[in-house]
């Protein structure tokens, strides 16, 4: 009994030594993003650099399926459980800060001013009444891929793509072939609204095109205009009137540019990683076609923010780590990883990534670039996808279809700012 | 104490002994099946999108419902999957079976080889479809119609079209286990009833109406009420061949693709509720009145 009681006491005392010593300062944040293989790969190699220069902090990364990505969120955050630094779609902001899952950055790591020098512009839309709530690692834009053994079998140059939408439409219809029957072969430019066209539309031809897809508010629908239509008119006529495409080619556009049934395509930066990986396929990155001297180009971004479950020790941790995260090194890092562009002008800007043969187009066009403010993306892309087949399938005159587009995004717009 | 479990008879002993081991799965699967259907009712009365407080709304979703003329679309072609899906898949599989049931030579490859389809993943096949959809000279319908002199038929991208081009690989499957059944239906019935028929100098029509369809009647029954709700649940053809859209402009789109939008694509959960009581409504109906009208008096 003499030496149980001894043996309790000793290690009552190591216990209480071992629990009090200054290796408990440590701290432990979590870290949550969707599963995609070379984002986890990225986002671990960041954690091991940020924990070899923070030796009290211990981040946890946890990735979980895109599809349950939203669901555990909004569940574990609320219960105090789940990330302390979260990833999101930008898209998802409003929804977030609705439900209380973010907090704002602390002004004094990340102010306002050396955001809006640093970043590119797309990124103010993550400020509200003032405060910003979030911030990309990278942003992804929107160029033209072509297939440089079609145009040379075209008789087309293959290191000069189309810079103009008359000279895509020029080029298209070399690239275009059809049997004897009229069957198409294959496609000069892929159509497919359910990809990025109805990005290209919204943010790139209606404006060029002289119009507006949105209020400057973004709460009101512009593109019920003779530019809206002329625009969409335009796009139309090029399975219509140009024959150069078909919707529904091979079924999706990815699948015709990547299969080298289609000579150009409009995607994203995301698609580089797919694109390398297709043997055969020798392609080529410009930036969008130009019309009337005027660019633009859609940008999407994902971004990382600090939830409100994060106080005390945590916040400061999670700060450091959206910090380091954050950094010109962290987005060079993700970029040779990931594919994705840098967020900061400076690293984006560098000779290097600017004039890269690959990244180069997609790096130029942000500086034009504008990030839609979708209450809904995927109603809101249906309603551009149900648009054109109207024209299409049930000969609906493009203005009416157009009228009828912009209504009903009018009524996806009302109901979520009315809520 | 002792005397209590000398009270009980052994066929109360054997009951107590059954519930004993039936406890366990029964408490599981009440759990893991009412419960989150009985929360799901519940949801539906609320404005849950997920990421928001659940507010209780009473019948808003309900009345949103009936007055969105999308859900109207989608619930004509719910029922267009059904009143096409089922009498064409049932007797597309009698008539297979009835006449596979008198093949001996081949009859078990044959039997095989239509139960293959069943057996396969509905978005493989739905894919490889697509692709035979297509206009020519990739897709090889249109490749034999204009062989055999036929004009082109855009399936998928054509509004009255796409409905029946998207069942079709449904229906293939769906024979497959239908003929399986049927023919197991058809050995069943006794020898003695033909022979007996024969004697009596009753036609092969006589026969098939007043002996064979009469006998088969439980597995008529079985089949019509599980291939409606099938039919009435209809999703993973839908999706992988409309790139999840239900188009062209919603003229494929089930009900139960409209429930996996609202909830995953609008993360309207309440909404998305709403609608899953009514296809539950929808498909204890229909279960019912079929049993009811097939079941022999």
């Known amino acids: 009994m003499k030496t149980g009681k001894a043996a309790f006491w000793l290690g009552a005392i190591l216990a209480a030594l071992w ?32 924990e070899a220069a923070n030796p009290g902090i211990k981040v946890k990364h946890t990735h979980v399926p895109y599809d349950d990505f939203r669901v555990k969120i909004a569940a574990a955050i609320p219960a105090g459980q789940g990330p302390d630094v979260v990833q999101l779609f930008y898209g998802w902001l409003q929804d977030y800060l609705k439900a209380g899952l973010l907090q704002p950055l602390p002004a004094a790591a990340f102010p306002a001013s050396e955001v809006e020098k640093e970043f590119f512009p797309i990124v103010q839309q993550m400020k509200v009444d003032g405060k910003y709530y979030a911030l990309p690692t990278a942003v992804r834009s929107l160029a033209l891929f072509w297939n440089k053994a079609l145009f040379k079998e075209a008789g087309l140059d293959p290191e000069k793509p189309p810079a103009t939408l008359d000279e895509l439409v020029e080029y298209a219809k070399k690239l275009t072939k059809r049997s004897p029957n009229g069957d198409l072969l294959q496609a000069g430019l892929t159509i497919d609204m359910g990809g990025q066209d109805h990005h290209w539309l919204r943010e790139v031809l209606i404006r060029q095109y002289g119009g507006a897809p949105y209020s400057a508010d973004k709460k009101t629908v512009t593109y019920n205009t003779d530019a809206g239509v002329a625009a969409t008119q335009w796009y139309i006529d090029l399975a219509a009137k140009n024959k150069v495409g078909q919707i529904g080619f091979l079924t999706d556009g990815v699948t015709a540019f990547r299969s080298g049934k289609a000579a150009m395509t409009i995607d994203g930066s995301f698609r580089l990683g797919a694109l390398d990986g297709q043997k055969g396929l020798d392609y080529g990155v410009a930036e969008l ?4 001297g005027i660019k633009a180009n859609f940008a999407s971004y994902w971004v990382n923010g600090i939830t409100t479950k994060a106080i005390g020790a945590k916040q400061d941790a999670a700060v450091k780590f959206l910090k380091f995260i954050t950094t010109p090194e962290a987005m060079e890092l993700w ?14 800007e560098k000779d290097a990534n600017k004039n890269h043969a690959k990244y180069g187009p997609f790096i130029r066009g942000l500086s ?6 979708f209450v809904n993306e995927s109603a809101q892309r249906k309603v551009l996808i149900d648009m054109v087949d109207k024209v299409a399938l049930k000969n609906v005159p493009t203005k009416e279809a157009v009228a009828q587009a912009a209504a009903e995004e009018q009524n996806l717009l009302d109901a979520f700012y009315k809520k | 104490m002792i005397g209590r479990s000398q009270d009980l008879t052994i066929a109360q002993k054997r009951a107590i002994w059954a519930w004993a081991f039936l406890s366990m799965p029964v408490v599981f699967y009440v759990t893991i099946r009412f419960y989150p259907a009985a929360q799901a009712f519940g949801a539906s009365f609320t404005n849950w999108n997920i990421v928001g407080r659940m507010e209780f709304i009473g019948l808003a979703n309900y009345s949103r419902l009936l007055q969105d003329p999308a859900f109207w679309k989608v619930i004509g072609n719910t ?12 007797l597309a599989s009698f008539v297979i079976a009835y006449f596979l049931d008198r093949v001996r030579f081949g009859h078990g490859l044959l039997r095989a080889l239509y139960f293959i389809p069943h057996l ?76 007996a028929a024969t004697i009596d100098g009753a036609g092969a029509w006589r026969v098939l109406f007043e002996i064979t369809l009469p006998l088969l009647r439980p597995t008529i029954v079985f089949l019509v009420v599980t291939s409606s709700i099938a039919y009435l649940r209809i999703f993973d053809y839908v999706y992988a061949m409309t790139n ?23 993360f ?14 929808i498909l204890l109906v229909i279960s019912r009145m079929q049993i009811r009208l097939l079941r022999s008096r």
Not at chain 1, 27 to 42: D, G, H, K, N, S
């Open chain 1, 19 to 50: 629990w009090s010593g200054p290796a408990r300062a440590q701290v432990e944040i979590e870290y949550w993003q969707y599963t995609f293989a070379q984002r986890v790969q990225a986002i671990d190699e960041l954690i091991k650099r940020f």
């Open chain 2, 79 to 90: 029922f267009a999957y059904l009143g096409l899906g089922v009498p064409i898949s049932m």
């Open chain 2, 244 to 266: 999840g859209q239900g188009g062209p402009l919603d003229s494929t789109k089930p009900l139960v693709l409209k429930i996996f939008e609202t909830a995953f694509a609008h």
């Open chain 2, 120 to 195: 396969t993943t509905a978005v493989a096949m739905a894919w490889v479809w697509r692709w035979f959809y297509q206009p020519a000279p990739v897709g090889a319908f249109n490749v034999w119609l204009v062989g055999l002199g036929f004009p082109q038929v855009a399936f998928l991208r054509s509004t009255t079209h796409a409905l029946p081009a998207v069942l079709a690989p449904a229906i293939w499957a769906g024979i497959g286990f239908q003929i399986v059944i049927f023919l197991a239906g058809l050995k069943a019935i006794p020898r003695t009833y033909y022979e």
């Open chain 2, 268 to 281: 309207e959960m309440g909404y998305a509720a709403t609608q899953t009581v009514v296809l539950f409504a």
């Open chain 1, 368 to 373: 034009y670039a504008y990030a839609t403010d």
């Open chain 1, 289 to 292: 076609p130009a019309h009337k």
């Open chain 1, 335 to 348: 970029m040779t990883t990931v594919g994705e562009l840098p967020a900061r002008k400076s690293v984006a």
